[in-house]
């Protein structure tokens, strides 16, 4: 589990093909000339959890400036994860331990779908983002509600259908790599756990059956909760 409190900006090094899949190796800050300053990789062990854009990965190698993990196809299709470089900059987060302060929302690094930057504005010092979600994920987004972008825990000011309102801080700007987001950019987008698990508690014994739509407007209606 993490909290989508970016703690460092790291950078890849090498993406290795390895069969059909990845291993990806990252420079956790030591070497990337970030603002946010290095990943304390002091407590990292191998087989330990850490959040690359959002996305959760096993540590498989690990020396004194960062660490390598294996990237799975699933993950490649699934995530933005495919389409990074070499040199391209990352937000990074290590799992959540017990005395961590929750400073954002439950995250599981299990990404549920990728989402399309659909506008860029200035408000004041901060950024006003506008991103298009895949239509299976808009039940899901809530105005004051939460989301991770990219592992970065957000709050979402405004939704109408599928698109979303965020409010980008100075302090957030310069401590993940969503300063460097353009129009196009698409982003890694984790839906609030609780959203999921009350849609799975209220479908209840149809939970069990093959149901393709999910938690309907009919169906709330149908048990009487709308």
Sequence with gaps: MFTGIIEAMGRIETLEDRGGDQRIRIDAGV????????LDLSQVSMGDSIAVNGVCLTVVELSARGFAADVSRETLSLTTLGTLKAGARVNLEQALRLSTPLGGHLVSG????????????????????????????????????SICVDGTSLTVNQVKGAVFDLNIVPHTLGATIIGEYR??????????????????????????EHVDAGLTEEFLRRHGFA
């Design 110 to 145: 299990h990404v549920d779908g990728v989402g399309t930057l659909l506008e860029v504005r200035e408000d004041a010092r901060s950024w006003r983002l506008q991103i298009h979600a895949p239509g299976e994920l808009a039940r899901y987004i809530a105005p004051k509600g």
């Design 31 to 38: 070497d990337a000339g970030v603002k946010a300053g290095a």
């Design 183 to 208: 129009v196009g950019t698409r982003v890694n987008l984790e839906v609030d756990l609780i959203a999921r698990y009350l849609e799975r508690l209220l479908l209840g014994e149809q939970a069990a």
